[in-house]
């Protein structure tokens, strides 16, 4: 069958009705529309599917949602009230029901709790859970407590009956800086700290707040997270390495190379690499998305990936200003290269010096004739 | 004064990976450090020097796979000398005594040489733990080349390493056991040389014609 582009355009329209309601909520058609079609973009679905997603968020059943913060920097959430696209957080915040944010919520104490309580049980099953920072499973989760609770004990409740938990950020994701070595608190993730939830994982440092809405906007149209990695991930906004989308990709393959900050290479714009990017290792949008109203995103700002996105982001990931991980038991200068050539090295005298041995000594040597075999 | 007789000791597929693997180890040890660590810069954008490291890189690692494979299935069908059994001589008793012989001779403690028709113990143990890294660097280039393309047969092969190691794991693995194939081949050579000279059996030609001298009595 041949594709009708007028179809899938007809398909993808947004009702007028929708537009005059988010008019009269203070919000252009322009603005919705564009919305609208940077989250089909960003999900990588067809323009078809624009009218189900306007429809989606314009739906009056949306979940509420639940932001929990456990060992984190509020980073996320920064990240999440900047976000960008058209009144995205408007959007968001007002007509999704956040009923408890620590951040942003304008009960305190017992009122926010309650409240929070009431979700839980009220939408059981329901709501959707949102969690930034890792959760420590040391000293019986004394080293993280939220109004008397540990922040495991308020996981395994909220996350365990929640319709979808999304955890925001490299800790909730993978642990983060606070499971680095050695790990004191014995931070671990949201779905090793409650393994029964439903948990996408959206890390980053901080996460990319489009990113998140569009996750949301799925689950609203779809009913369910969008497609994962095996990292937990969704495949949309994690599905391609950053080298690969990179703008300075082409002098990697040139051989183009920085040497170093501020040298005639960088000054050009060209490749990171030897400066220790890791974009070669991580999987993230940050080329196509970028950060801030898609102002810009540290390798265009002229600084190499750090690989914050990635599991084991702090440990493997550094040195950030070389490329490999130090060799586990050798010290802070010796990198591969150096042991390896040193292993070469003693490996060529010791064979040498084992060589001049065998000469100079005498009577080991076979005393033949050779016999033609036939 | 010994006579020894000439014996055809390493067939064809043998010899051919032998050197489809030397090819393959110089190629990708050189083209391999390059991306990891690029030492040469050029000044023209129209260069292509690090993608054609990289086209290098990824043409032998298919040879060197295929010559591994090939390998692996002569283990099974060829002569006694190139099947598995003589890579692992700690299996059995004979295989404890020349490990020993092998090991006085190489220290100096006695002067009595191995002889051995084909592989000497401490040389088989030796392949066996190279064969092992061959895998090892096989597996974690191909999961490091799938990355390119999550979701892809490369990534669906080993993609499963990326959990278990990390993928600055894989990395860091790839780039030692390259060096510890470096100090092998050096190794390998110089004993090549030593038992040439030592043990006047053409070892070194061997690997070219297949031929070597053979005491029979030491059969």
Known sequence: MMHDPEKSLREGSVSEEILQQWEARGIKRRDFLKF????????????????????????????????????????DSEAFLRANQPTAAELILDYLSVDYHETIMAAAGHHAEAAKHKTVDEYKGKYIAIVEGSIPMGADGAYCTVAGDSALNIARKVCGNAAATIA???CSSYGGIPAAAPNPTGAVSVSEAVPGATVLNL????????????????????????????????????????????????????????????????????????LGCKGPETFHNCPTVRYNEGTSWPIQAGHGCIGCSEPQFWDTMTPFYRRLPQVPGFGIEATADKLGLGLAAATAVAFGAHGVASALRKGDETDTKVKKED | MKTLELRYVWEWPVRLTHWFNVICIIVLSVTGYYIGDPFVSVSSTSSYVMGWMRFLHFVFAYVFTISWVVRLIWMFVGNQYARFPAFAPWASKAGWKNIARTFCYYTFVKKELPHCVGHNALAAMAYSGVFVLFLIQIMTGFALY????????????????????GNQGLRLTHHIV??????????????????????????????????????????
């Open chain 1, 203 to 274: 890390p980053g440092c901080p996460l990319n707040a489009e990113n998140l809405t569009a996750a949301i906007v799925h689950f609203l149209t779809f009913g369910k997270l969008p497609a994962t990695d095996r990292f937990g991930r969704p495949k949309f906004a994690y599905g391609k390495r950053i080298h690969d989308n990179c703008e300075r990709r082409g002098h990697f393959d040139a051989g183009q190379y920085a040497e170093g900050f501020g040298d005639a290479g960088h000054r050009q714009g060209w490749c990171l690499y030897k």
């Open chain 2, 146 to 165: 799938g990355q390119f393309q999550p979701g892809g047969f490369w990534d669906g092969a080993f993609g499963w390493l990326l959990p278990i190691f």
């Open chain 1, 168 to 170: 925001v950020g490299s």
């Open chain 2, 178 to 219: 390259m060096w510890l194939l470096i100090g092998f081949a050096i190794h390998h050579v110089y004993s090549g040389w030593l038992m040439d000279v030592k043990e006047k059996n053409g070892v070194m030609g061997s690997i070219f014609g297949g031929y070597k001298f053979i005491d029979p009595d030491e059969d």
């Open chain 1, 36 to 75: 609208c079609s940077v989250m089909t973009a960003s999900l990588a679905l067809p323009a078809s599917f624009m009218g189900q997603i306007a429809e989606a968020i314009e739906a009056d059943n949306r979940p509420p949602v639940i932001w929990m913060e456990f060992q984190g920097c509020t980073g």
